[in-house]
């Protein structure tokens, strides 16, 4: 019982205290974000690609939220072991729901970035709460501002997750917090050192690791394949079992699992019981966490925004330049041979001594004389300058070659 009272407090420590720093971090990125559809993006990627303190929040308030969801979590399964839950019932009642609202602060937050997986995602999650009967349709409308995600919908997501949601998880906080303050200083002030470390965690593993950023949205792009974060990945493979009855993951199994929990303090669970409860529950959320990463096991990696840009180059190469300018870069494409082109030799190592990467986008962006076309109508810009690194690692000779 010891240990589960350490992991109990040690996880309630970090909850609030990786509560608090989503509120403060989440504040600080409330003064460069845009919410709306049309600039979402860009200004995240203007963080990304500048770098300092917009990136480090983002970066500290991405993962903290995975932090927090484990840290609720665990706080959540002690109490429940050690058999708080039923000693003091409406604790435990206000504790759940703390972390509920943890969870609908994770789910409106995904959609804010609105690179393809917060777009694709949003719309399969939006999709499953459309198949509950009766309540599902109007619900998910209420949330799109429509039948379909549309300008209404980020701003509708951005007033849950920054104003309504953290107010609400602020209230029942403050309310859990007053009991045990009420104990005195001797209770939990020697949690104060753990709460300094996880802090210090908490911001090496945010300057360490950026927070991830796909392509911009492309509402065209059916073929994306859209997966959830790791917590809802149980949720998403247990989707696939009931695909002939969609209403199960979309209403039973809520309403079974939210009567469940809040009915525990009055179930007569002795120790082994609760045990056996838990055990249960964790095994099946890993079991199908577990299926759900196997069967994705072939499916090709998340590229990051930079990685997958370089990637599109090629294709952008081949759809429009291969024609002039070649396989290979030579200039010896089947449109230069059949038209008799001045087609440069990007294999040349004196095509760029020749040459700079200003004058070489100027040239995409706005064409060059009869023989090439401009391109600035499409390709945007961070695309073009992609496409000349791909000339260039794909074609320069290397030096003394």
């Given at each position: 019982m010891?240990?589960?009272?350490?992991?109990?407090?040690?996880?309630?420590?970090?909850?609030?205290?990786?509560?608090?720093?989503?509120?403060?971090?989440?504040?600080?990125l409330?003064?460069?974000?845009?919410?709306?559809a049309?600039?979402?993006?860009d200004?995240?990627?203007?963080?990304?690609q500048a770098?300092?303190?917009?990136?480090?929040?983002?970066?500290?308030?991405?993962h903290?939220?995975s932090?927090?969801?484990?840290?609720?979590?665990l706080h959540?399964?002690?109490?429940?072991?050690?058999?708080?839950?039923?000693?003091?019932?409406?604790?435990?009642?206000?504790?759940?729901?703390?972390?509920?609202?943890i969870?609908?602060?994770c789910?409106?937050?995904?959609?804010?970035?609105?690179?393809?997986?917060?777009?694709w995602?949003?719309?399969?999650?939006?999709?499953?709460?459309?198949?509950?009967?009766?309540?599902?349709?109007?619900?998910?409308?209420?949330l799109?501002?429509?039948?379909?995600?549309?300008?209404?919908?980020?701003?509708r997501?951005?007033?849950?997750?920054?104003?309504?949601?953290?107010?609400?998880?602020?209230?029942?906080?403050?309310?859990?917090?007053?009991?045990?303050?009420?104990?005195?200083?001797?209770?939990?002030?020697?949690?104060?050192?753990?709460?300094?470390?996880?802090?210090?965690?908490?911001?090496?593993?945010?300057?360490?690791?950026?927070?991830?950023?796909?392509?911009?949205?492309?509402?065209?792009?059916?073929?994306?394949?859209?997966?959830?974060?790791?917590?809802?990945?149980?949720?998403?493979?247990?989707?696939?079992?009931?695909?002939?009855?969609?209403?199960?993951?979309?209403?039973?199994?809520?309403?079974?699992?939210?009567?469940?929990?809040?009915?525990?303090?009055?179930?007569?669970?002795?120790?082994?019981?609760?045990?056996?409860?838990?055990?249960?529950?964790?095994?099946?959320?890993l079991?199908?966490?577990?299926?759900a990463?196997?069967?994705?096991?072939?499916l090709?990696?998340?590229?990051?925004?930079?990685?997958?840009?370089?990637?599109?180059?090629?294709?952008?190469?081949?759809?429009?330049c291969?024609?002039?300018?070649?396989?290979?870069?030579?200039?010896?494409?089947?449109?230069?041979?059949?038209?008799?082109l001045?087609?440069?030799?990007?294999?040349?190592?004196?095509?760029?001594?020749?040459?700079?990467?200003?004058?070489?986008?100027?040239?995409?962006?706005?064409?060059?004389?009869?023989?090439?076309?401009?391109?600035?109508?499409?390709?945007?810009?961070?695309?073009?300058?992609a496409?000349?690194?791909?000339?260039?690692?794909?074609?320069?000779?290397q030096?003394?070659?």
């Amino acid at each position: 019982m010891k240990i589960l009272a350490a992991v109990e407090g040690a996880a309630g420590v970090l909850s609030v205290l990786f509560f608090a720093l989503l509120v403060a971090s989440g504040w600080g990125l409330m003064a460069g974000y845009v919410p709306s559809a049309a600039e979402a993006f860009d200004s995240l990627l203007y963080w990304r690609q500048a770098g300092g303190w917009g990136a480090f929040l983002r970066s500290l308030h991405v993962h903290l939220a995975s932090g927090l969801v484990l840290a609720g979590f665990l706080h959540l399964l002690a109490r429940f072991l050690r058999g708080a839950h039923a000693a003091r019932p409406r604790g435990w009642w206000l504790a759940a729901s703390l972390y509920l609202l943890i969870l609908g602060l994770c789910f409106t937050g995904f959609l804010l970035p609105m690179d393809q997986k917060a777009y694709w995602g949003t719309i399969v999650r939006l999709g499953i709460i459309e198949t509950a009967p009766l309540v599902g349709p109007p619900a998910a409308d209420l949330l799109r501002g429509g039948p379909a995600l549309n300008a209404a919908t980020l701003p509708r997501f951005y007033a849950l997750h920054a104003a309504v949601l953290p107010a609400a998880a602020g209230l029942l906080l403050a309310w859990l917090l007053r009991p045990v303050l009420r104990t005195g200083r001797q209770r939990w002030l020697p949690w104060l050192g753990f709460a300094l470390a996880g802090t210090v965690a908490a911001y090496l593993l945010a300057a360490a690791v950026p927070a991830p950023l796909e392509l911009p949205a492309d509402p065209a792009d059916s073929d994306y394949v859209a997966r959830p974060e790791w917590y809802f990945l149980w949720l998403f493979q247990f989707g696939k079992y009931v695909t002939a009855v969609p209403w199960v993951e979309s209403l039973i199994l809520p309403v079974a699992g939210l009567g469940l929990l809040f009915a525990l303090p009055y179930l007569p669970l002795r120790r082994r019981g609760r045990a056996l409860l838990a055990t249960t529950w964790c095994a099946a959320w890993l079991l199908l966490t577990a299926l759900a990463l196997y069967e994705d096991r072939d499916l090709p990696p998340k590229l990051d925004y930079e990685r997958a840009i370089v990637a599109r180059a090629a294709d952008h190469y081949q759809e429009h330049c291969y024609d002039c300018h070649g396989l290979n870069g030579h200039g010896d494409g089947p449109q230069s041979r059949a038209f008799d082109l001045e087609v440069p030799d990007f294999a040349a190592a004196a095509f760029w001594r020749e040459h700079d990467r200003d004058e070489m986008r100027a040239a995409i962006r706005d064409g060059k004389g009869e023989d090439m076309p401009a391109f600035g109508d499409k390709l945007e810009p961070v695309a073009i300058d992609a496409l000349i690194t791909f000339l260039e690692t794909s074609f320069r000779p290397q030096e003394g070659g």
